[in-house]
């Protein structure tokens, strides 16, 4: 008698039928259910994206006063208008200085106090403390800005402020109005911005060099190399893909920025501050000139797109010469 086991499988056996249907040969599987997917995400996109702009992008070629009042059909009038506006060009060459004071200044900040954090505190005095420190640079972005802006307007008012009672204590007998005089509010909302807008790169930066491999700075440092060589020839390199999402993300903060001018300056004095979001909102409530203010913003917004699509190209090419080993 045998006591060999039966075999499960009959290698002779026809293949056992399929619970679900079988693909029809020679039929691709159907790709429309993959297109429901994207439903949600294309309805947002219309109603929250495409419907407005279309809408301000027609309000635009009206005069209109909002409300009940008559629309009346110019064409490109308001866009002539805008190239000789002189506020229209001010907002937009002070966007330059929100530009340094949001992206340049805070980045390159961020560099330094991402690297320190991590390479130097991390290292010799512990990782709480470099937590806790960039915890405390981050601070800025989570405080509510009419929070930061009644803070700041204490800071620089100009009797009873901090910044000329400490002037005042050193001999300065008429400390300057620094939110009321036009040749200081602009560098002194900058000064705010770059407080505001430090944590945003040294948070991110920092999270970049979690990714960096130690062994290549241990191999620095067995070679004699220093912090500051380290810095540039490890640190750099390594958080270039950070480094342009920062630059993306920032700059267009810095196009469209509102809330930190209408706390602080309200786009003054003598048009000092003014941007162009601002300028697009004295000409839709103050002014009541809704296509004008439609065609501003109509302007900022392609301004926008330009520069987001040439930041992201050199992105692309700073990442094939990268594969490409250049």
């Given at each position: 008698m045998s006591n060999a086991a039966p075999s499960i499988i009959d290698p002779t056996a026809a293949p056992a039928?399929?619970?679900?249907?079988?693909?029809t040969p020679g039929r691709r599987p159907s790709t429309r259910v993959y297109w429901l997917y994207l439903l949600?995400?294309?309805?947002?996109?219309?109603?929250v994206i495409i419907v407005p702009f279309a809408m301000?992008?027609?309000?635009?070629?009206?005069?209109?006063?909002?409300?009940?009042?008559?629309?009346?059909?110019?064409?490109?009038?308001?866009?002539?208008?805008?190239?000789?506006?002189?506020?229209f060009w001010r907002s937009f060459q002070n966007s330059l200085w929100m530009i340094v004071a949001m992206v340049i200044v805070p980045t390159l900040i961020g560099i330094v106090l991402a690297a320190v954090l991590f390479d130097v505190v991390g290292k010799n005095i512990g990782t709480r403390t470099a937590s806790f420190l960039r915890a405390v640079y981050y601070l800025p972005q989570i405080l509510p800005i009419a929070v930061a802006g009644i803070?700041?307007?204490?800071?620089?008012?100009?009797?009873?402020g901090a910044l000329n009672e400490i002037l005042r204590s050193l001999g300065v007998t008429d400390p300057p109005n620094w939110l009321g005089v036009p040749g200081l509010a602009l560098p002194a909302v900058m000064?705010?911005?770059?407080?505001?807008?430090?944590?945003?790169?040294?948070?991110?930066?920092?999270?970049?060099?979690?990714?960096?491999?130690?062994?290549?700075?241990?191999?620095?440092?067995?070679d004699g190399a220093g912090w500051y060589r380290r810095f540039r020839a490890i640190t750099i390199p390594q958080i270039r893909p950070e480094t342009f999402v920062i630059t993306l993300t920032c700059t267009i903060a810095a196009l469209k920025v509102f809330a930190p001018i209408y706390v602080l300056t309200r786009g003054g004095p003598e048009g000092s501050t003014l941007v162009p979001s601002y300028y697009t909102f004295l000409n839709f409530f103050d002014k009541s000139k809704i296509g004008y203010g439609a065609a501003v913003a109509t302007v900022l917004t392609f301004v926008i797109i330009v520069v987001a699509v040439v930041i992201q190209s050199l992105q692309a090419r700073a990442e094939r010469r990268e594969e490409e080993g250049r």
């Open positions: 039928p399929s619970r679900g249907r079988a693909p949600p995400g294309g309805i947002a996109l219309t109603v301000n992008l027609w309000y635009s070629l009206h005069k209109w006063k909002g409300g009940l009042a008559p629309m009346r059909w110019i064409g490109f009038d308001n866009y002539v208008d805008l190239m000789s506006d002189d506020a803070v700041w307007n204490w800071i620089f008012n100009a009797e009873t000064i705010v911005l770059v407080w505001i807008q430090i944590g945003y790169p040294t948070v991110i930066f920092m999270s970049a060099l979690q990714r960096v491999d130690p062994e290549l700075y241990e191999a620095a440092e067995i």
